[in-house]
């Protein structure tokens, strides 16, 4: 059993960057692969991104490829999802997600955090 928290949403005009943190506790986080979800107003959840447990293997979604990066740091728990020349596509609530292997889409995520939202202006 895993919780996640996320912090780091805020308002940023397009083409800005802003920097997303997800925390977890109540496991041993280097157990986990780690991922990021995204759901828009009125839209279906896109799974962004996704990290290894040792931090090698990444996958970025094509809309975000090139703009963001995932990274780790298990010594502090910590995910993160630096995310570059914004849009205002990327209007969404960001959803950490934790699975016990890599996973490229929700399915395989069996734990949740409840979100941060950023928002991106034009």
């Known amino acids: 059993q895993v919780q996640l928290v996320e912090s780091g949403g805020g308002l940023v005009q397009a083409g800005g960057s802003l920097r997303l943190s997800c925390e977890a506790s109540?496991?041993?986080?280097?157990?986990?692969?780690m991922g990021w979800s995204r759901q828009a107003p009125g839209k279906e959840r896109e799974f962004v991104s996704s990290i290894s447990r040792s931090g090698f293997r990444l996958y970025y979604a094509d809309s975000v490829k090139g703009r963001f990066t995932i990274s780790r740091d298990n010594a502090k728990n910590t995910v993160y999802l630096q995310m570059n020349s914004l849009k205002p596509e990327d209007t969404a609530v960001y959803y950490c997600?934790?699975?016990?292997?890599?996973?490229?889409?929700?399915?395989?995520?069996?734990?949740w955090g409840k979100g941060t939202l950023v928002t991106v202006s034009s």
């Open positions: 109540g496991s041993t986080f280097s157990r986990y692969a």
């Open positions: 997600a934790a699975s016990p292997i890599f996973t490229m889409g929700e399915g395989g995520m069996d734990y």
